[in-house]
């Protein structure tokens, strides 16, 4: 093995880098969605979840979206796993897994119609592909909830309280928001209520991807501090 070789850990490399795609998931999802959201005709962003983006004839950039930041996430929580080497770890990692796994799933099953969106909708009856997004979306937010909640109890056991304070805020939020919003998804209180548990959700991914990221040992063994040499 060479002297370069030696001092270089490949394995922390790799980890560091599928973390960094928690940080980049979030914003990658919210600022493609809003493009979107403003460039397609009818779609209001006050009125409309983002997910019916999904629907009509430019419908496949969404579900792209969706779809691109879904691999976002599955290779953070595959750095998660790599990086948290005990239980609490495993926990994140399948939970954050489950979440990218049902945004796949949500992407295959769009919404339903509802008044207005796509242009000329009067919305109707509830679909199969319908009611199968709304059960992947709430699989997927209670799933992202227990992750910021397991996340929380590993803070806790490395002595890192404020970030376990609020990762456990961020997943309650997350809880209230989704199933508020899915409560009163006609009215703009739900569309609302949708948007904060999104983005609180993607804040934590983000947040807890940055800190686990520090906390992973600098692939370059010559600059890791004592502790984690």
Do not use: K
Request: overall charge positive; proline content about 5%; some cysteine.
């Amino acid at each position: 093995m060479s002297t370069a070789s030696a001092g270089f850990d490949r394995r922390a490399a790799v980890t560091r880098s599928l973390l960094g795609w928690g940080v980049v998931a979030g914003p990658f999802y919210v600022l493609v969605g809003v493009v979107l959201a403003l460039t397609r005709q009818g779609f209001h962003l006050s009125e409309h979840a983002l997910s019916l983006l999904m629907l009509g004839e430019f419908g496949w950039m969404q579900r792209l979206n969706l779809i691109l930041t879904a691999l976002m996430v599955l290779a953070a929580a595959w750095g998660f796993l790599r990086a948290i080497r005990n239980g609490r770890g495993l926990a994140v990692a399948v939970l954050v897994g489950v979440y990218g796994i049902c945004l796949v799933l949500s992407a295959v099953f769009p919404p339903d119609p509802v008044p207005g969106f796509p242009p000329g909708s009067e919305g109707g009856a509830a679909s199969v592909s319908g009611i199968l997004h709304l059960i992947f979306g709430a699989l997927g937010f209670a799933a992202l909830a227990a992750a910021a909640f397991a996340y929380a109890g590993w803070c806790r056991a490395i002595g890192a309280r404020t970030h376990a304070v609020w990762a456990t805020v961020l997943g309650v939020i997350v809880l209230i928001g989704f199933f508020g919003g899915a409560a009163f998804a006609m009215i703009p209180l739900g569309v609302l209520l949708l948007w904060i548990s999104v983005l609180a959700g993607l804040s934590w991914l983000a947040l807890a991807s940055s800190h686990v990221y520090a906390w992973t040992p600098h692939p370059v063994r010559a600059q890791r501090t004592p502790s984690r040499v």
